[in-house]
C-alpha cells in the first residue's frame, strides 16, 4: 500500500524534504568507431558547446540509424540545449532499436519527462529501465525521487533501499538512510490520523443510526395511538327494533 501525505509545514506527518538529488545524465562509453560527424558534434558538445554540436549529430544519426553512441550523444546535446520534446523523440527512437543500452535510453528519456514536471511518466520510464536492467542503480534512485514527489511514500522506500543494496557506496547513503527513518516516521503519523479518522467516522455513523431509529421509533408510537383513537371512534349504537311506517 501507498501512503500519500501531503507537503507544506512542520505539522506532524508532513512530507519530508527531498534529500536525494536525482542523477543525471547517462553518457555513452566511447566509441570504437565513429562518423567524422559523430566524432566532432561529440568534441563540441564536450566543450560546452550543444547547439554547434546538435546538427553534425543529427546527421550523423541520419546517415547511420544504428549508432547508438551519435543517438545518445543527440539526446543529450538537445536536453543541454533545453529542448526537452526532442531529447525524448531521439531517446524513445534509441530505446525502440536493437542494442544493448536501452536502459540508458530509457533512463535519460526518464530525466527528460522529470525535468517537465511530469512525474507519472517519469516514474513509468524508469520503471522501463529497471525492466531492462534490473541492476541499473541510478534509475532506482530517480524512481525513488520520481516517487517522492508524486507522495508514494511506500514505493519510494523500496526503490531507495534498492539503490543502497546495488551502489551502498553511493555518496548519497548517508542521506538517503535519513530519508528512510523520516519516511518510516510519516508512514507511522499517516496510520495514526487514519485510525482516528476512521474511528471518527464509526462514531458519527453510530450516533447518526441512533438518530434514526428514535425517529422511527417515535412515528411508529404515533402511528399506533392514531389508530387506537380512530377504531373509538367507530364504535356507533346500533338500532335492534325493525322500523315500521304509518299507512
Known amino acids: 500500500m501507498n501512503a500519500r501525505l501531503g507537503t507544506g509545514g512542520t505539522r506532524r506527518g508532513a512530507l519530508p524534504a527531498l534529500a536525494a538529488a536525482f542523477l543525471c545524465l547517462a553518457l555513452p562509453a566511447p566509441a570504437l568507431s565513429e562518423t567524422a560527424d559523430a566524432a566532432e558534434g561529440k568534441r563540441l558538445f564536450l566543450e560546452n558547446r550543444p547547439a554547434e554540436a546538435a546538427p553534425l549529430l543529427a546527421r550523423a544519426v541520419s546517415a547511420d540509424p544504428a549508432d547508438e553512441d551519435a543517438r545518445l550523444w543527440l539526446g543529450i546535446a538537445y536536453q543541454q540545449l533545453g529542448r526537452l520534446d526532442d531529447a525524448i523523440a531521439a531517446f524513445r527512437a534509441g530505446a525502440s532499436r536493437p542494442g544493448t543500452r536501452r536502459h540508458v535510453f530509457l533512463f535519460n528519456m526518464a530525466n527528460c519527462y522529470a525535468a517537465q514536471g511530469k512525474m507519472v511518466f517519469a516514474e513509468e520510464i524508469y520503471g522501463q529501465a529497471i525492466e531492462a536492467r534490473p541492476d541499473y542503480a541510478p534509475a532506482f534512485l530517480n524512481r525513488a525521487n520520481a516517487r517522492m ?29 535519513r530519508l528512510l527513518e523520516l519516511i518510516a516516521g510519516n508512514l507511522a503519523s499517516a496510520a495514526e490520523l487514519k485510525a482516528f479518522e476512521e474511528a471518527k467516522r464509526l462514531a458519527e455513523e453510530a450516533a447518526r443510526q441512533a438518530l434514526l431509529d428514535e425517529v422511527a421509533r417515535a412515528l411508529l408510537e404515533s402511528a399506533q395511538d392514531s389508530t387506537s383513537i380512530s377504531a373509538g371512534g367507530e364504535d356507533v349504537q346500533g338500532y335492534e327494533d325493525d322500523l315500521e311506517l304509518d299507512d
Do not use: C, F, M, N
Open 149 to 177: 514527489k508524486l507522495e508514494t511514500l511506500v514505493a519510494a522506500a523500496e526503490d531507495y533501499r534498492a539503490y543502497l543494496g546495488l551502489d551502498p557506496a553511493s555518496p548519497q547513503a548517508d542521506e538517503i538512510r
